[in-house]
Structures are given as C-alpha cells and as structure tokens.
C-alpha cells in the first residue's frame, strides 16, 4: 500500500481545563474536514503469530498493544500523527500504571508519540484473563487517495 498524505489534527488544551496532562494527550482533537476516519480495534498483547507477550506484565503488554497499534497505521498507510483517539482499557488499574503504559508507548513511537484525545479506563477483565492492556484508536485518513 502507498503512503498516504498525512492529515493534520488540530489539538487544542483551553485554559479552561487542567493542563496537567500537556505532552501525554490533548484534551481536543479535531479531525480536518477532508478526511476519512478509519477504527483499529482494540489491541492486545498478542503478536502476529497469536502469542501472547509479556505474560502477567502491563508494560510489556502494552508495549505489544502500542506495537501493534503502529501495525495497523503502517497498514493504512498512515502515522502516529494521524491518531486523533485513543482509548486505553487496563485490568487492575492502579495510579503507578500510568506512568509505565506511557512509557511503553513512548518506547514504541519515540518521539512520534501521538498526543490524542484520550480515554483510560480501568476495568476488572478483558476478553481473556490473561490479557491486561487494550488499546483502540481512532485515526484520520485523507478523503481521497
């Protein structure tokens, strides 16, 4: 697949809401008005071949979430720019988490880290017992090829 133009996002962080989290998300994310909107379902700690990574690990699942993430844009053509959400699920979410899932998407994107529109949710599973980070995005694609 041929790379696509990439589509900027305007991120915006009013005054108005907390900036405590500048560098890590945006509190808005806006979408250009030529664009296209393309789902990458929620990511687990699965590889290619369908092992699971990093058993019993947060960070080293998300590492695998965020890889996989970076997967799915390489395969629509389109790059961590592009990532106007992000919703990250964690079994058992605990405050010190958050810290090293951001890291681990840092370790994977460097300094492309996609600053999204962002949701974490803390839930009591996943889909198996085993996975204990899922990450989904949403991302901008230009209207026409």
Do not use: K, Y
Request: aromatic share 4%; glycine share 6%; proline share 8%.
């Amino acid at each position: 697949m041929r790379q696509r133009e990439i589509v900027s996002i305007e991120r915006l962080d009013p005054p108005s809401l907390t900036q405590s989290f500048i560098g890590h998300i945006a509190q808005i994310a806006i979408a250009p008005p030529a664009s296209r909107l393309a789902a990458i379902s929620g990511q687990v700690a699965l590889d290619a071949d369908g092992n699971l990574v990093a058993p019993g690990d947060h960070a080293g699942q998300a590492r695998q979430c965020f890889a996989n993430i970076r997967h799915a844009l390489a395969a629509i053509g389109a790059e961590p720019e592009q990532i106007l959400q992000m919703r990250i699920h964690v079994v058992g979410h605990r405050p010190e988490l958050i810290g090293l899932i951001f890291e681990a998407g840092r370790e994977v994107f460097a300094e492309r880290w996609p600053v999204t529109a962002s949701t974490w949710i803390g839930v009591e599973t996943l889909a198996t017992p085993e996975w204990l980070v899922e990450i989904e995005a949403l991302v901008t694609v230009p209207s026409s090829p």
